[in-house]
T-cell receptor, first 114, second 114 residues
Framework: GENVEQHPSTLSVQEGDSAVIKCTYSDSASNYFPWYKQELGKRPQLIIDIRSNVGEKKDQRIAVTLNKTAKHFSLHITETQPEDSAVYFCAATLRDTGRRALTFGSGTRLQVQP | NAGVTQTPKFRVLKTGQSMTLLCAQDMNHEYMYWYRQDPGMGLRLIHYSVGEGTTAKGEVPDGYNVSRLKKQNFLLGLESAAPSQTSVYFC?????????????FGEGSRLTVL
């Protein structure tokens, strides 16, 4: 079936460094790609999203890039801080749910070392 | 402003028992979802609803049933619980058309099946 693959599964960086998380998707007609952050014991929350008619979107220290041809999108976090430590999920709307639901990647646990 | 509320938050069941998880949202959202979260597997869609009186299967629907009799409520039932259903269950809702819109999650319900 259709899916969203996410890499790496864990990522450790030093405070102040950049972090990059990558996702690929299978449905070439997918048009919405959000990223969610889940802190330990909390619910997932949207941090940024991008639609298929845009190649890049930034919000302060975070940015998302989309390559529709290659069917992959990435989350970039610059100047990482300890409070960025969390699990990050990418997602996409795929054909098998009529694009009415999000299919999530398996998550990336980001650890920012002070 | 409660947002999305799930009850109960914790439950322990014996194999073969039944139970219902209740999700309630006060944002007048059309779309509601049930996901399960297991270590290393991200959030997997169980069932979803695009409006009152409608339901549809997601990626992992077996062993679960749902009902959306009222717009604000989405119930997830386990008729005969199995240890493989031990997980954290998240309800979510959103407004908007297909493939768009922020998902608002509940706090999660941790279910253990012995």
């Amino acid at each position: 079936g259709e899916n969203v693959e996410q890499h790496p599964s864990t990522l450790s960086v030093q405070e102040g460094d950049s972090a990059v998380i990558k996702c690929t998707y299978s449905d070439s007609a997918s048009n919405y790609f959000p990223w969610y952050k889940q802190e330990l014991g909390k619910r997932p929350q949207l941090i940024i999203d991008i639609r298929s008619n845009v190649g890049e979107k930034k919000d302060q220290r975070i940015a998302v890039t989309l390559n529709k041809t290659a069917k992959h999108f990435s989350l970039h976090i610059t100047e990482t801080q300890p409070e960025d430590s969390a699990v990050y999920f990418c997602a996409a709307t795929l054909r098998d749910t009529g694009r009415r639901a999000l299919t999530f990647g398996s998550g990336t646990r980001l650890q920012v070392q002070p | 402003n409660a947002g999305v509320t799930q009850t109960p938050k914790f439950r322990v069941l014996k194999t073969g028992q039944s139970m219902t998880l209740l999700c309630a949202q006060d944002m007048n959202h059309e779309y509601m979802y049930w996901y399960r979260q297991d270590p290393g597997m991200g959030l997997r869609l169980i069932h979803y609803s695009v409006g009152e009186g409608t339901t549809a299967k997601g990626e992992v629907p077996d062993g679960y049933n749902v009902s959306r009799l009222k717009k604000q409520n989405f119930l997830l039932g386990l008729e005969s619980a199995a240890p493989s259903q031990t997980s954290v269950y998240f309800c979510a809702s959103r407004s908007g058309g297909p493939g768009t819109g922020e998902l608002f999650f509940g706090e999660g319900s941790r279910l253990t099946v012995l």
